[in-house]
């Protein structure tokens, strides 16, 4: 226990001492920013043009400011954004050892080498965590402050409840970004294997077989209203497990595997 916790808290500190950790906070606010601004739009589109936020000729046709849209623009945004800034975290956590040339001191400490790539899993989850309360928080109070209609305790919890499962689902298939991150030595393999399966969910999606894609998953919740997720069932759940469960053992693997002098 206290080798992990030495090892959790090296990874913390080198998240912290970061700007990372700003620069992913400050992207993932836009969220609940635009999706404030979005719904004071159609609260007065006059008023908007009037401040400049939309041109004059545009026209809005769709949407309702209330709070049931705010929720579910939120559950859409993070569906479509967590995948690529949780993939930005976790390439981070495990490509930086490469670019900045640890990689060879690290593998060389005795601390066993699954302790190290636990404590980094850890990390990259707490992470996500902090970020994703972040956001709701922020969320309320951007909606209390344009003052939408229509909110229910029952309601909050719902969202809420469906934007852990959208994160946590997102966050299960990050082992892999960690697998390619490793394998490729940098970031560059990752962050293109988490743009490549964005563009393969969508596909998916759209040809049907999202429900049996693990990344189409949080894409196909996030769809679907604020208080129900009953349409996804137990099979796509399963195959995000296995993504998981591969993705991990994978990245222990490689990393116990891994030749120091590389």
Do not use: C
Not at 114 to 138: D, H, S
Not at 172 to 180: H, I, Q, Y
């Amino acid at each position: 226990m206290n080798t992990f916790l030495a090892a959790f808290w090296a990874e913390t500190l080198k998240a912290r001492r970061s700007k990372v950790a700003l620069l992913t906070a400050a992207g993932f606010l836009i969220l609940p920013i635009v999706d404030g601004l979005f719904m004071f739009i159609l609260k007065d589109p006059e008023r908007a043009r009037t401040m400049g936020l939309i041109g004059v000729k545009a026209q809005i046709t769709a949407g309702v400011a209330d709070w049931p849209t705010f929720f579910q623009m939120l559950l859409l945004g993070t569906a479509t954004g967590a995948g690529i800034l949780f993939a930005f975290i976790t390439a981070w956590v495990f490509g930086r050892e490469f670019s900045d040339h640890t990689v060879k001191e690290l593998l060389a400490l005795p601390t066993p080498r699954g302790i190290i790539v636990g404590a980094k899993f850890v990390v990259i989850a707490l992470w996500m965590l902090g970020l994703t309360l972040m956001i709701f928080v922020i969320g309320l109070g951007i909606g209390t402050v344009v003052t939408i209609p229509d909110w229910s305790p029952e309601l909050q919890w719902a969202s809420f409840w469906s934007l852990m499962l959208i994160v946590l689902i997102t966050s299960m298939l990050v082992p892999f970004v960690a697998l390619f991150a490793s394998a490729g030595r940098g970031y560059m393999l990752p962050l293109g294997w988490a743009i490549l399966t964005m563009a393969l969910a969508q596909i998916a999606i759209v040809m049907g077989w999202g429900d049996w894609f693990p990344w189409s998953v949080p894409g196909l919740i996030a769809s679907l209203s604020g208080a129900s997720t009953e349409r996804i069932e137990l099979h796509s759940y399963i195959v995000v497990s296995l993504a998981f469960i591969v993705g991990i053992a994978a990245t222990f693997a490689w990393w116990r595997n891994a030749d120091q002098a590389q």
